[in-house]
């Protein structure tokens, strides 16, 4: 069973408390492996959730006993907001964030007490520069998000990158949010997964609207994003067939960044008859790995393919030609 398919069951077993040993003897793995599902789920901000009980700590996501809350904290809420006034959009919307949290700790009934699927940290910045997605809408995230953890599919409106005038609406299965390099996607199989078997990558700041369906997702969406980006430098995810791709790196803090790097296949680093260090790597050549490459070009000689030789000496020239014009 794949670790998607893992973690998933972990996360059913978790609707009830739960040791890591019994955690593990459920899904046939060691301690170790749970404790590393466990940091996963707790990275996801699922609502995972850690107590002692018997002098055990034992684990849960959906408690099944009743809970309950302390409703002094419910009344000191009560009075904080009658001081807020509502004469701004913001104050308006802070008496909103209350009204919501005094209703949840006023719950009782664990049926009707479910944590959000995840809630977008503020505080958490993700910027890589000026190019970067800045202008993402939490409450977006949070219902692709909370369609992915109750496997439902969502109904989007999309633009695509090469087609700016055109929205369409499509209805997908989404199975990851990820950030790559600097851009967010949703990662989703579409109406041609049945035959291609291939996930999408859609731009999260491309999407316009949002709304889950009451459909569930196929049975069986297997997802691993290793797998998803293998053969990629950044963001393109193409079917063409990847290349052998050689490089022979005259600068040693190039040579520790291909050692610290992330591809899939992993790169090799090689010594060749003049003790001069070769990078070998399996890899699709698309358009970000060549402008990529063009920035390193005074540090690495290309040994193969020749056909990238060809193409980055095209490149060269027409920006020597833009420079001299």
Known sequence: MAGYQKINTVKDLLKKEMTVNQLAVA?????????????????????LRSHKKEGETVWVI??????NFNQSIVKQLEKVKKNIPETSPAEIKNRKLLNKLIESLQMTNPD????????????LVLDYGPFSDNAIQDSMVNKILDAIHKKLKLRISYTRVHDEDRTETLEVSPVKVIMRIDTLYLVAADSDFGKTGVFKNFLVENISNVSMTNKPVEPGLVFDAATHYKFTFGKYTTTEPPQEVSLLVKNDWLKNQFKKSHFNPVVQLRKDRNKN????????ITPDFKTYLLGILPDVEILKPASLKADMLKLVKEALKSLQG
């Open 62 to 67: 959906q408690p099944e006993e009743q809970t």
């Open 27 to 47: 899904i046939g793995r060691g301690p170790r492996t749970i404790f590393r599902y466990l940091e996963l789920l707790r990275n996801e901000n699922c609502g």
């Open 277 to 284: 260090t070769v990078v070998d790597m399996k890899i699709r």
């Open 112 to 123: 009707e007490f479910k944590p959000e699927a995840i809630t977008t940290d503020r505080d």
